[in-house]
């Protein structure tokens, strides 16, 4: 499980550090920083996949993403006295994302090439990166260690292995360092950081995949797009958990239930309610309705996820639903660590009320997000590879 979460300079989080629990709020009000959290773990996702960069190039670039404010803001600005100015940087200029849990840590530390003549400059590139054992990073706990495009790793009897392994300076040693002999860990840590899953907002429009019948496969996580609904439900449904889907769609629907129905290996969703002669197809559903089951398909998945990231899931619902997705976050919750990003205090409420919640809330301070009543002495033990 992760315990910390560390960001510096991407976007309004200058220096975050966070404590995460096995379900966890990020709260706030708008413009607080929430939607930057939500896309930093992404980024950190991205990162075992070798993706970071293009993720960062559809941002608009690492200077687009990087703090826009001074490196530090002095007092005077602080009481009012003085404007804010720009000040001469006396840091090396980079984004830094982090990591730890009880086991593992990581993090990574991209910035800006040297200039030379090319049409990428604008290409983040990996300083550092580091792997460590433990929820805290000391030079007796690290793994594997990254130093521009070279990589060492720890040896079996405690020094540095011998040799240093090149990568590409674009390449995340998580993706493109592979060798289990060197340093199993790195690809254990890889592939857990891979597992992590992140749902945003669903269609449930007119033409949204979720309406349409499609061929069905065996389906343990269901899509981004919601498009393969009915196969999830359905897998949920064969793996022995019918009694868990038939309580959470009760709960939200009084005497509702749910069935899927196939023809020729094309797999429809059939609602049935009470008072209705029969079912209704997934098109005849309302958009919250729809959005209901999506998550339910999401979360009760049989194949829980390192992480589970949850962006707003009250978006579009009722209030009446949101106690039903409460119990269903927490059911969720009971299997894998998840991480939930919401404004809405009914759904905040009705969480704290079924399960144990570590609220995170985050405020704006001259443009920079803060945790709401975090000194220095209460933030969670964190360390920084150096350059």
Same mark, same amino acid.
């Given at each position: 499980? @992760?315990?910390?979460?560390?960001?510096?300079?991407?976007? *309004?989080?200058?220096?975050?550090?966070?404590?995460?629990?096995?379900? =966890?709020?990020?709260?706030?009000?708008?413009?607080?920083?929430?939607?930057?959290?939500?896309?930093? +773990?992404?980024?950190?996702?991205?990162?075992?996949?070798?993706?970071?960069?293009?993720?960062?190039?559809?941002?608009?670039? +690492?200077?687009? %993403?990087?703090?826009?404010?001074?490196?530090?803001?002095?007092?005077?600005?602080?009481?009012?006295?003085?404007?804010?100015?720009? =000040?001469?940087? #006396?840091?090396?200029v980079?984004?830094? +994302?982090?990591?730890?849990?009880?086991?593992?840590?990581?993090?990574?530390d991209?910035? +800006?090439?040297?200039?030379?003549?090319?049409?990428?400059n604008? !290409?983040?590139?990996?300083?550092?990166?580091?792997?460590?054992?433990?929820?805290?990073?000391?030079?007796?706990?690290? @793994?594997?260690?990254?130093?521009?495009? #070279?990589?060492? %790793?720890?040896?079996?009897?405690g020094?540095?292995?011998?040799?240093?392994?090149?990568?590409?300076?674009?390449? *995340?040693?998580?993706?493109?360092?592979?060798?289990?002999?060197?340093?199993?860990?790195? @690809?254990?840590?890889?592939?857990?950081?891979?597992?992590?899953?992140?749902?945003?907002?669903?269609?449930?429009?007119?033409?949204?995949?979720?309406?349409?019948?499609?061929?069905?496969?065996?389906?343990?996580?269901?899509?981004?797009?919601?498009?393969?609904?009915?196969?999830?439900?359905?897998?949920?449904?064969?793996?022995?958990?019918?009694?868990?889907?038939?309580? &959470?769609? !009760?709960?939200?629907?009084?005497?509702?239930?749910? #069935?899927?129905?196939?023809?020729?290996?094309?797999?429809?969703?059939?609602?049935?309610?009470h008072?209705l002669?029969?079912?209704?197809?997934?098109a005849? &559903?309302?958009?919250?309705?729809?959005?209901?089951?999506?998550?339910?398909?999401?979360?009760?998945?049989?194949?829980?996820?390192?992480?589970?990231?949850?962006?707003?899931?009250?978006?579009?619902?009722?209030?009446?639903?949101?106690?039903?997705?409460?119990?269903?976050?927490? %059911?969720?919750?009971?299997?894998?660590?998840?991480?939930?990003?919401?404004?809405?205090?009914?759904?905040?409420?009705a969480? #704290?009320?079924?399960?144990?919640?570590?609220?995170?809330?985050?405020?704006?301070?001259?443009?920079?997000?803060?945790?709401?009543?975090?000194?220095?002495?209460?933030?969670?033990?964190?360390?920084?590879?150096?350059?």
């Amino acid at each position: 499980m @992760l315990t910390t979460l560390a960001v510096a300079n991407y976007r *309004s989080l200058r220096d975050l550090v966070l404590p995460l629990s096995g379900l =966890t709020v990020v709260t706030g009000p708008n413009g607080s920083g929430k939607s930057s959290l939500y896309r930093a +773990l992404r980024l950190l996702a991205d990162a075992s996949r070798n993706g970071a960069v293009a993720a960062l190039a559809r941002e608009g670039g +690492l200077p687009s %993403t990087l703090w826009a404010g001074p490196e530090t803001i002095g007092r005077a600005v602080r009481e009012g006295r003085a404007p804010v100015q720009g =000040t001469v940087r #006396s840091k090396a200029v980079g984004l830094r +994302l982090g990591f730890a849990g009880d086991e593992f840590g990581y993090a990574l530390d991209l910035g +800006l090439p040297v200039p030379a003549k090319t049409a990428f400059n604008l !290409d983040p590139e990996f300083k550092r990166e580091a792997v460590w054992s433990g929820p805290v990073l000391r030079p007796a706990t690290l @793994l594997a260690d990254r130093a521009g495009p #070279s990589v060492r %790793t720890r040896v079996a009897s405690g020094g540095w292995g011998p040799e240093q392994f090149k990568i590409r300076l674009s390449d *995340s040693m998580l993706s493109e360092f592979a060798d289990p002999r060197a340093c199993p860990e790195l @690809l254990v840590l890889r592939e857990r950081i891979r597992s992590w899953r992140f749902y945003d907002h669903f269609r449930t429009d007119a033409a949204a995949p979720a309406r349409q019948s499609r061929l069905g496969t065996r389906t343990f996580v269901l899509s981004h797009d919601g498009a393969d609904l009915a196969a999830a439900l359905q897998t949920i449904i064969e793996a022995g958990r019918a009694a868990d889907l038939e309580s &959470l769609v !009760d709960a939200a629907f009084p005497g509702s239930r749910l #069935s899927v129905a196939s023809t020729d290996g094309a797999l429809s969703l059939h609602f049935h309610q009470h008072g209705l002669l029969r079912p209704l197809s997934a098109a005849e &559903l309302s958009d919250g309705t729809l959005r209901y089951l999506l998550w339910v398909a999401a979360l009760l998945t049989p194949r829980p996820p390192e992480l589970l990231v949850l962006n707003e899931p009250e978006t579009s619902l009722h209030p009446d639903l949101l106690p039903a997705l409460a119990v269903l976050i927490a %059911t969720a919750a009971k299997e894998t660590q998840v991480v939930v990003v919401s404004h809405a205090s009914p759904l905040i409420r009705a969480l #704290s009320e079924v399960a144990e919640v570590g609220m995170v809330e985050l405020e704006k301070e001259y443009g920079e997000t803060k945790l709401v009543g975090q000194g220095r002495l209460d933030r969670p033990s964190w360390h920084w590879p150096a350059r």
